[in-house]
């Protein structure tokens, strides 16, 4: 209890844009996050590559940053998000470095192909991004539900307390912009 005390005294002069406490907090939860990264990630350099991440982006965002009352669970949950980026994006860069040949063998790209793999896969990215914005609060809302948390239309009008029509209506208005704005 009084580490989450001292946690949140940092954390607000930190905000406050104390750069002690800022070092401070860096040296008291600095090890401890890493530590959670490599049992998130298995991956001591990439758990440590992402836990000073997180420190440069709170320092540079102080100014911005939010209360919160368990600073060490908020930054175990900005790590963990970190860490899933950094695995996401050195999977895509994998992935665009070798690709499947007509056997099944694996063969590397030629650097052109690898920059055009990489512009467009940011390009799908940017348009995807782009077309989410067209769509309204309810429309994302219910779209999530349906293909990232895989709920079924009964359960999506059940929690959001709407019929399963109306359900099914905004899911599909959703899907019509998403379709149109991605053909664009």
């Not at 920059?115 to 940017?126: P, Y």
């Not at 348009?127 to 349906?146: D, S, V, Y």
Request: hydrophobic fraction near 40%.
């Amino acid at each position: 209890m009084e580490n989450k005390l001292s946690h949140h005294l940092l954390w607000e002069r930190l905000r406050a844009g104390d750069r002690d406490a800022f070092f401070d907090l860096y040296k008291e939860l600095y090890y401890p996050l890493v530590n959670f990264g490599i049992r998130v990630c298995t991956n001591a350099d990439i758990s440590s590559e992402a836990t000073d991440l997180v420190f440069t982006t709170i320092w540079e965002k102080h100014e911005t940053l939010n209360r919160v009352d368990n600073v060490e669970a908020y930054l175990r949950t900005f790590l963990k998000r970190k860490l899933l980026r950094i695995l996401e994006r050195k999977k895509k860069i994998n992935d665009a470095l070798f690709n499947a040949g007509a056997d099944g063998d694996w063969m590397e790209m030629s650097y052109e192909e690898f920059i055009v793999k990489v512009q467009s896969d940011e390009l799908v990215k940017h348009q995807l991004k782009n077309a989410l914005e067209k769509l309204t609060f309810r429309q994302k809302q219910l779209i999530h539900l349906k293909f990232f948390d895989g709920l079924s239309y009964e359960q999506i009008a059940e929690q959001t307390n709407q019929s399963i029509k109306t359900s099914y209506n905004t899911i599909y208005d959703a899907l019509k912009v998403l379709r149109k704005e991605l053909k664009a």
